[in-house]
């Protein structure tokens, strides 16, 4: 007799109402903040190629801060050094909370995104770096078009109405979270330069003392806040880029709760600096870095030089063909099986969505290409992949917005209206 066939785990399913109350949390900050970002990125190319774009360049380029603390930097500067730490450091949380209570809690519900994301950024880096060497461009860009910006993703989402279900939005928001973490591991690693060991040994014995804190249960801002500018700056001047030590203190705050603890530290500070984050800083480092020239010559370029168009490829071409045979191959090679309701093509409207780029993307050209004409048409070719990416994933995900609209009344109908979806209470081990 033949033996029965093993049971599969179902892959964007029915999230457990704990996770999805949290998700939800995260995913409204960000759709809100996405929105603030859109429009600070439209400000920032009308307000560059208007005749105003000198004051434009003019404030950008204004240096301010403590030169004898090596912190002269320009306003641009300030806003990607500085500000985008905030961002991090709530992508820190968000990953430590993916690791501990999340969707990567375990090797068996991680290895399917971690394996999409891990696609979804080498399969980008491997047709930049063809397109550079055929072309005969610099490598220095392989890892722009490795990026997802998950704030933009969903405020493509919600201009375009769609009733995407909850599972496939948490399965994009984890795909950013490993995309984040797999950007600033390629910036420590890769975009150091000068190293001064005695400053980054003060960075580390700053993190040392933030982990001390946090294992002594001591409370107070007034600890943390002074510890971690310090630890900001001496990161800085050390060589590494100061957003590393943002996601640094992001990993080391703790999110579970103690006996009796409403919220943990890092629930606490993630709820505090999420709409911070999304609504002021990634904003604002946009429209400091998306002010470039869209004149008929600086488009020209970004299809007929190599590193722009690699970028291109990669983010729109890499990211699809990247994150969708990455899911099908992990799902053919493990036990999870695709939700019923759902279809393929759900999942390849999500992998064109990650093709949206922009924020990290953007910060790792102006790392990868400082100051260069080579960088500004980057940075161009950022946009023009991100637009092609989100007006390709709105056709996509148009298309199933019937099915999209019904699971999402499904599983928001509460006719008892005891605040908890009656889904999950005619679902089994679901965790409500």
């Not at 949380?93 to 375990?106: A, C, N, P, Q, Y």
Request: proline share 5%; charged share 15%.
């Amino acid at each position: 007799m033949a033996a029965a066939p093993r049971s599969r785990s179902p892959f964007l399913g029915l999230l457990p109402w704990p996770e999805r109350q949290a998700v939800a949390r995260a995913l409204r900050t960000e759709t809100v903040g996405g929105l603030v970002l859109l429009a600070a990125a439209v400000v920032a190319l009308v307000w560059a190629n208007s005749p105003l774009a000198s004051s434009y360049t003019a404030l950008r380029d204004f240096h301010f801060g403590i030169p004898a603390l090596g912190l002269d930097l320009s306003v641009g500067h300030w806003t990607s050094d500085g500000l985008l730490t905030i961002f991090f450091l709530v992508a820190g949380i968000e990953l430590k909370r993916e690791l501990v209570v999340g969707s990567l809690r375990t090797p068996a519900t991680a290895a399917l995104p971690v394996i999409a994301a891990a696609c979804g950024m080498a399969v980008p880096a491997a047709l930049y770096a063809a397109t550079a060497a055929a072309g005969g461009g610099s490598m220095d860009g392989w890892a722009v078009p490795m990026a997802t910006d998950i704030a933009f993703a969903l405020a493509v989402l919600a201009v375009i109405s769609t009733h995407l279900p909850t599972a496939l939005r948490a399965f994009l928001l984890t795909l950013a979270v490993v995309d984040d973490l797999g950007a600033i591991l390629i910036i420590a690693l890769f975009f150091t330069s000068h190293l001064n060991y005695w400053a980054l040994a003060g960075a580390l014995a700053g993190l040392i003392v933030f982990y001390l804190l946090q294992r002594l249960r001591v409370r107070g801002w007034w600890w943390y806040l002074p510890l971690g500018v310090v630890t900001w700056a001496l990161m800085y001047n050390g060589g590494v880029h100061a957003t590393v030590a943002g996601v640094a203190m992001g990993l080391i705050l703790r999110t579970t709760r103690d006996e009796g603890e409403q919220a943990s530290p890092g629930e606490r500070t993630g709820r505090l600096l999420h709409p911070l984050s999304a609504g002021i800083c990634v904003p604002l480092f946009a429209l400091f870095a998306a002010g470039v020239s869209v004149s008929g010559d600086a488009l020209g370029k970004v299809f007929t030089t190599p590193e722009p168009l690699g970028v291109v490829i990669g983010l729109v071409a890499g990211k699809i063909l990247g994150i969708f045979a990455g899911t099908y191959l992990a799902a053919r090679f493990t036990r999870a099986q695709l939700n019923p309701e759902l279809a393929w093509a759900d999942v390849l409207g999500l992998a064109t969505l990650a093709g949206i780029g922009f924020t990290v993307a953007l910060l790792i050209g102006e790392l990868a290409f400082p100051g260069t004409t080579v960088g500004e048409h980057v940075k161009a070719a950022v946009l023009i992949a991100s637009l092609a990416a989100a007006l390709l994933a709105a056709l996509l995900l148009r298309r199933r917005n019937t099915v999209y609209r019904r699971l999402y009344e499904e599983e928001n109908l509460d006719q008892d209206a005891d605040g908890i979806p009656d889904i999950y209470q005619r679902t089994q081990g679901s965790g409500a």
